[in-house]
């Protein structure tokens, strides 16, 4: 039985007040609360890459304020790996890092529609290492204010992209 279709706009919000953050992570199937939208502190771009599936893999990640400037940027080789793992631990380090910097709203565009239907819950995870990598995303996407990822389009993520090429060839 797969899990059931959410309205491909649907963000998947771990928001809560600061005082519940820290307590237990929010359900993946849970609508974003109507409000005002809010400009999202950090802006991060992220990617992974593999030559081969699997081979030598890569992952890129920019992060940026909320005025367009970057606050960090990464390419870093993670060995052998898939592509669809490279792109979860390109999530996990961005994640990792932008707890470095606030605690606050952040989005994440990635160009794998793979990850981001699976983090929202629109797709099952039905491989157990993915599974595992998952639910290291929802304990750090839970200790920010605001969490939401959105796909876009190849074109649109050409620094994470170069960032998880260069990488693979280190």
Known sequence: MSAPKSP????????????????????RSR???ESPRQSPDLVIHIDGASRGNPGPAGIGVVIKNESGSALW?????????????????A????????LALTSGRVLVYSDSELLVRQVRGEYRIKNPG????????EILASQFQSFKISHIPREENREADRLASQATLL
């Open 91 to 98: 999530l996990i380090t961005a994640l990792k890092s932008a």
């Open 73 to 89: 940027e990464s390419g870093q080789s993670i060995g052998t790996a898939t592509n669809n793992v490279a792109e979860y631990q």
């Open 130 to 137: 993915l599974r595992q990598l998952f639910r290291e995303v």
């Open 31 to 33: 609508r974003p609360a």
């Open 8 to 27: 491909p706009n649907l963000e998947l919000d771990f928001s809560r007040p600061a005082s519940t953050r820290a307590k237990k992570p929010a359900s």
